[in-house]
């Protein structure tokens, strides 16, 4: 073990910081910072976390402003001193300090603007009063029950997270001076409802109550009063658990971005055929390789009820086309003018006729506008509409041969009269000729 002296102090400076982390520091010598020989002046940061300090009434300075002792192993009433001693501090972090029971002390640093202090031992917050410039408090994984008001005298706040702790209430004034809040997490506690302060915040965008004892529609009445809230967790209370909770939520909150980690629409739950499907909430605590079979088997278990559907005809004939449904019912048909099948003798009858020979659909066209252009122009030339000329639909073979032919022999007589155009330098005159080499020069040959 060693104690931190301000030679040690000088040789781990680098600018205003002093990083000592995890140096196996258990004592710090009386007025260390001050004796500190530093090139650019006094020591504004120091990073003393991850040793075994139990006490930190060395530690003096009115330059200092960041400071860490998280993971270390200190007393109850540590603060105490540190307060007194170092009252311009504005980011604090006492972190896994289980032995920690109060936060005496920081009621001296008034220019406080963070304070960390999660899995320690806090019974209570109350030395938090006061303190005008306080916008991030972190308090989870404490021995919290009761809060009290103490944070209805910072109006700067804009983050808090109390999850993990014992809290059953929020008092009806706990936040009546923050209504600049962002950000607030009491998750994994034992509240029957949402707190009424929370009404209080207007500003409010993310609201985790995830893992409470929340049960009742009526419990969330402060949510009505959120309109710019635009996270929200609810996963973990039993009144997650109503078929229609989204759904609801979605009403009450309607600007809402995110419910329970996924968007609203996501939330609202499956289609009926997809009901037994497994979230990937269900899924958190599974080896990922069950997780991937379990998921495996959902998915085969749907696509046989799509085959399923599919085979029977009578409950896939909803989710299939008009197209569809019409060349499948109607395929190798003669109709009437009503739709309806020609008889026998009406088949004979060329008036009857239709003119169709398949009708084919291209589902995953995604060209937008008019299409098709050219084949409507063809029907309506041929007067397809009545169908008694069904024009170059109905042509056979032979006929399609002949009309190829033409263009063939078209096309072969076009490029003799080309060639005849062309003369030769021969039967050039002079002047033609050198016209002729000009242009030749002129395109590069």
Request: proline share 4%.
């Amino acid at each position: 073990m060693k104690t931190l002296t301000p030679e040690l102090a000088s040789a781990r400076t680098i600018g205003d910081a002093c990083a000592l982390k995890a140096c196996s520091l258990n004592a710090v010598e009386d007025d260390v910072l001050a004796r500190a020989e530093t090139t650019s002046g006094a020591i504004k940061k120091l990073d003393v976390s991850e040793n075994a300090l139990s006490d930190l009434s060395g530690v003096r300075s009115t330059s200092l402003t960041w400071f860490s002792c998280a993971n270390n192993v200190l007393k109850s009433d540590a603060l105490a001193a540190l307060g007194q001693n170092c009252p311009r501090i504005r980011t604090l972090n006492v972190s896994g300090n289980d032995g920690l029971r109060t936060l005496r002390g920081v009621e001296n640093m008034h220019a406080l603007a963070a304070l960390i202090a999660k899995e320690c031992g806090l019974r209570d917050i109350d030395h938090v009063r006061g303190l005008k410039e306080l916008n991030t408090l972190a308090c989870a994984e404490c021995e919290l029950r009761d809060v009290g008001d103490a944070l209805s005298e910072s109006p700067a706040l804009r983050k808090v997270n109390l999850s993990k702790n014992a809290l059953s209430k929020l008092g009806i004034d706990a936040l009546q001076s923050s209504r600049g809040l962002r950000e607030l997490r009491v998750a994994h506690n034992e509240l029957k409802t949402i707190p009424p302060c929370v009404a209080k915040t207007p500003n409010l965008r993310i609201l985790d109550v995830g893992y409470n004892k929340i049960s009742d529609w009526g419990d969330l009445s402060a949510l009505r009063e959120l309109n710019r809230l635009e996270q929200l967790t609810l996963r973990g209370c039993p009144i997650a658990n109503d078929p229609e909770y989204a759904e609801k939520i979605t009403r009450m909150c309607p600007g809402l971005k995110l419910l329970d980690g996924r968007k609203p629409r996501d939330a609202r739950g499956r289609p009926p055929e997809r009901a037994d499907a497994t979230s990937d909430d269900e899924l958190d605590d599974i080896d990922p390789e069950e997780k991937s079979k379990k998921r495996k088997k959902v998915k085969d278990s749907v696509k046989g009820r799509d085959g399923e559907k599919d085979d029977d005809g009578g409950g896939g004939e909803s989710e299939r086309s008009f197209v569809e449904l019409f060349v499948a019912k109607n395929k190798g048909k003669v109709l009437d003018g009503d739709g309806a099948v020609a008889t026998h003798e009406e088949e004979k009858d060329p008036t009857k006729r239709t003119g169709l020979i398949g009708v084919f659909e291209n589902k995953d066209l995604k060209r937008k506008g008019p299409c098709g252009s050219a084949a409507f122009k063809a029907l309506l030339k041929n007067d397809a509409g009545t169908g008694l000329n069904a024009g170059t639909w109905d042509e056979d073979d032979v006929t399609m041969q002949k009309t190829k032919k033409k263009k063939k022999e078209g096309t072969t007589d076009s490029t003799e009269k080309k060639k005849k155009k062309k003369k030769d330098l021969r039967e050039m005159t002079p002047e033609e000729r050198k016209e002729h080499l000009r242009m030749q020069r002129k395109r590069g040959y």
